[in-house]
C-alpha cells in the first residue's frame, strides 16, 4: 500500500512540457489516483480495520476466529428473503432449507486487486506514449517552456528550433499518428473497464447509476439496490467444526459486512466518473476527428496560440504544415511564452516563404533572339 501512495505523490509532482492534453491527464492521472486511493482505502479496511463482525448465538467460537473464517470462506444469503420488514429483518437473511437458493458473496475480497488491475490499465496509454515518443517533444523544445522573455540565453536555442524544423518538414506524421492512437486507447481502456467491472460485479453495473435514481423515492423497507445484492451489509456464515461426540457441527452466525459499506460508495462514485469520463472522451475524439478533416480549423487554433504573430503569418504557417508539423507547432505554442512563439512564427513564415520563392536566376536570363 506505501507503493500505492508513492505512486499517488509522483503524479501529483509538478508534470514537465509534455505534449499531452486535459483529457490524457484525466486518464492516466487522476482516474489512476481515483482507483489506487479506493484500492488503498478497501486494502486498509479489509487488512488493517474490521471488515466484518460476525455473531454466534451459540458463543462458543472466538470472535476473532469467526471472524477470520467467514472473511476467507465468504459469507452467502438466501435469495428468496428480499423483502425486509415481512418475513425478515434484512435482504437475504433468514432461515433456509437445502432447496433453497444461496449467493456467496465473495467479490469483496479481490475487490482491492481488481481496482488496483484497473488502474493500471488507465495508465497503459500514457505508458505507451511515453515508450513512443521517446523524449522528442523535450529535446525540440530545449527548455524554452519557462515561460520567461528571451533574454538573449535562448537565442541559440531558437536558431536550433529553426533548423531543426525547417530540416524536418512533414517528418512528424508517425509521431501525431502514434498519440492519436494512444487517445484512441484511451476510449478503449474505458469503456473495457466499465464492461469489466459490470462481469465483476455480476452484470449490476452498467445500469446501476439509472437504478438508483428510480429507487430514490421507495421506502427503505421494500428497496434493495443491486449493489445490495452484491455486497450485502448483513450476510450468513455458517462455520463447522467437530463436536465432543466426532460429529460435525454446523454454527449458523450472521455477520456485519463494514467492508460492504465503503464497496458500495465507492462503486457509486466509479459508475459516475467512468460516465463522465467515457462521454468527455467521445467528445475529445469527435474533436480530434474535425483538427484532422478540416485544415482551416488547425489553422485557426494556432492562431489561437500565435494571435501576436498575425494572422498572416499564422496563415503562412498553417497552410504550408502538414498535419503533423501543425500537432508540432501548435505543441510548442502551448508551451513557450506567447510573444517568444510569435516572434518564432514570424521568422518560420519568413523562412517557409523564401523557401517557396522561384530562384532569382529565373527571371534575370536573357531572352534568346527569335
Known amino acids: ?59 462458543s467460537i472466538p470472535q476473532n476466529v469467526l471472524n477470520t473464517y467467514c472473511f476467507f470462506t465468504s ?25 433453497d437458493e444461496i449467493v456467496y458473496n ?34 525540440i523544445l530545449q527548455g524554452l517552456d519557462q515561460k520567461s522573455l528571451n533574454d538573449g540565453s535562448n537565442t541559440q536555442k531558437y536558431q ?52 438508483v435514481f428510480s429507487l430514490q423515492n421507495t421506502d427503505s423497507d421494500l428497496r434493495q439496490d443491486a449493489m445490495d445484492k452484491i455486497f450485502p451489509r448483513v450476510a450468513k456464515c455458517t462455520f463447522r467444526k467437530f463436536g465432543a461426540s466426532g460429529n460435525i457441527e454446523s454454527h449458523d452466525s450472521m455477520c456485519v459486512m463494514a467492508v460492504n459499506i465503503l464497496n458500495v460508495k465507492i462503486y457509486i462514485f466509479l459508475w459516475y466518473w467512468m460516465v463522465l469520463l467515457a462521454f ?7 474533436y480530434r476527428i474535425c483538427i484532422i478533416l478540416f485544415a482551416p480549423l488547425r489553422t485557426y487554433l494556432l492562431n489561437f496560440r500565435g494571435r501576436l504573430a498575425g494572422r498572416r503569418v499564422v496563415g503562412i504557417v498553417g497552410s504550408n504544415s502538414s498535419l503533423g508539423d501543425w500537432f508540432l507547432l501548435y505543441h510548442l505554442g502551448r508551451c513557450m511564452h506567447p510573444m517568444e512563439f510569435a516572434s518564432f512564427l514570424k521568422a518560420y513564415a519568413a523562412e517557409i516563404t523564401a523557401a517557396c520563392a522561384p530562384p532569382l536566376e529565373s527571371f534575370s536570363k536573357p531572352m534568346k533572339a527569335q
Open 1 to 59: 500500500m506505501v507503493l500505492k501512495y508513492l505512486a499517488v505523490g509522483q503524479l501529483l509532482k509538478r508534470q514537465k512540457a509534455r505534449v499531452e492534453n486535459v483529457m490524457f491527464h484525466l486518464h492516466y492521472r487522476y482516474t489512476f489516483i481515483v482507483f489506487m486511493v479506493s484500492s488503498a482505502l478497501i486494502s486498509a479496511k479489509e487488512y488493517f480495520g474490521s471488515a466484518m463482525e460476525c455473531y454466534s448465538p451459540r458463543n
Open 106 to 139: 465473495s467479490y469483496y475480497q479481490w475487490v482491492p486487486i481488481v481496482l488496483f488491475l484497473q488502474a493500471l490499465s488507465f495508465y497503459l496509454p500514457r505508458f505507451l506514449w511515453k515508450n513512443f515518443e521517446g523524449g522528442l517533444f523535450t529535446s
Open 280 to 286: 468527455v472522451t467521445i467528445l475529445w475524439l469527435l
Open 160 to 211: 536550433t528550433l529553426m533548423k531543426y524544423m525547417m530540416n524536418h518538414v512533414n517528418m512528424h506524421k508517425n509521431w501525431t499518428i502514434r498519440f492519436f492512437v494512444c487517445e484512441l486507447l484511451c476510449l478503449v481502456v474505458v469503456i473495457s473497464n466499465i464492461y469489466i467491472t459490470d462481469w465483476f460485479l455480476g452484470g449490476t453495473f452498467i445500469a446501476y447509476g439509472s437504478e
Open 75 to 99: 459469507t452467502y444469503s438466501v435469495t428468496k428473503h428480499n423483502q425486509t420488514g415481512v418475513s425478515v429483518v434484512y435482504p437475504g437473511v433468514g432461515p433456509h432449507d437445502n432447496e
